[in-house]
């Protein structure tokens, strides 16, 4: 009898030890960890697409005149944002360029889903150098018209802009000649770089890109037809820990942040 009770103290012994390790040597889950990490005073950090430069720094000028502090934000292609999500890099708010990246984060549980809410649209334009004499219809032969010329363009494998341009270009019939001839850029503001810098003949990039620099013109918009909506969703991260996330989410929405977008070229969504 005693060997036997001797037996179920030392496995109850060894089972209790094995619960204290896995509890002493296992991870949070990004979930638990976010419940366990206190509201903070500090400003929210706000991941937002390039192609949001100027005119998201405007509504954090905006927002802070209003007493509130300023937002820190974070600019660089759609795809590598969502990547750093993914990674759980400590942020509050995604302004993603397409849906596509929105989707994924959210199908990783990385987002709020009450919180997401598609905020302005865009259009896409070819561009070329201020100097350039270069000309094109979207029913034309854009490899004609570039001749022995690049075509730069945020990396349509990835980037939004990049994936918008090369619909359009497929919808044309235009993409099987110009792929050859494409420069791939890490996002639209590098592409739009490219074509500044004449590195490359001509450049596939927002409507509102083309509208921030002074050293291109726009040679045709593509039309909405040939390519999916183009449409900016933003959300909160589940990371979020700024309590003032909610309240500059709610800004962005509003008609006084609405009517900054719609100053520098965004449309409706």
């Given amino acids: 009898m005693m060997a ?12 209790l030890l094995m619960l204290g390790l896995l509890t002493a040597c296992g991870q949070p889950t990004p979930q638990e960890a976010n419940e366990r990490a206190p509201i903070d005073d500090g400003p929210p950090l706000v991941l937002a697409a390039s192609s949001l430069q100027e005119s998201l720094e405007a509504a954090a000028d905006a927002w802070a005149a209003e007493g509130h502090a300023r937002p820190t934000l974070s600019f660089a292609a759609t795809s590598a944002l969502a990547r750093q ?22 199908a990783r549980g990385l987002i709020d889903p009450t919180s997401r809410a598609n905020f302005v649209g865009n ?20 490899s004609l018209a570039l001749g022995d010329g690049k075509l730069a363009m945020a990396d349509p494998d990835a980037v939004p802009a990049g994936k ?11 993409w099987n000649a110009v792929s050859p001839d494409i420069v791939r850029a890490e996002n639209v503001r590098a592409a739009l770089a490219f074509v500044e810098r004449g590195a490359a003949a001509a450049g ?42 909610a309240a500059f989410r709610g800004f962005l929405l509003s008609p006084e942040g609405q009517a900054i977008f719609r100053r520098y070229g965004f449309t409706a969504p």
Wanted: charged share 20%.
């Fill in 4 to 15: 036997t009770s001797w037996k179920y103290a030392v496995a109850a012994f060894c089972l």
């Fill in 85 to 106: 999500i993914d990674a759980r890099a400590p942020a509050d708010l995604f302004l993603s360029a397409d849906r596509d990246w929105m989707n994924h984060v959210e």
């Fill in 123 to 142: 259009s896409i334009v070819l561009v070329v150098p201020r100097s350039s004499d270069l000309t094109w219809s979207p029913g034309g032969d854009l």
């Fill in 164 to 174: 918008y341009g090369k619909a359009a270009l497929e919808s044309l019939g235009q």
């Fill in 204 to 245: 596939v990039v927002y409507g509102t890109d083309a509208a921030a620099s002074d050293k291109v013109r726009v040679v045709a918009t593509f039309p909405a037809a040939s390519h999916p909506p183009i449409v900016y969703p933003l959300a909160q991260l589940n990371s979020s820990r700024s309590k003032d996330a």
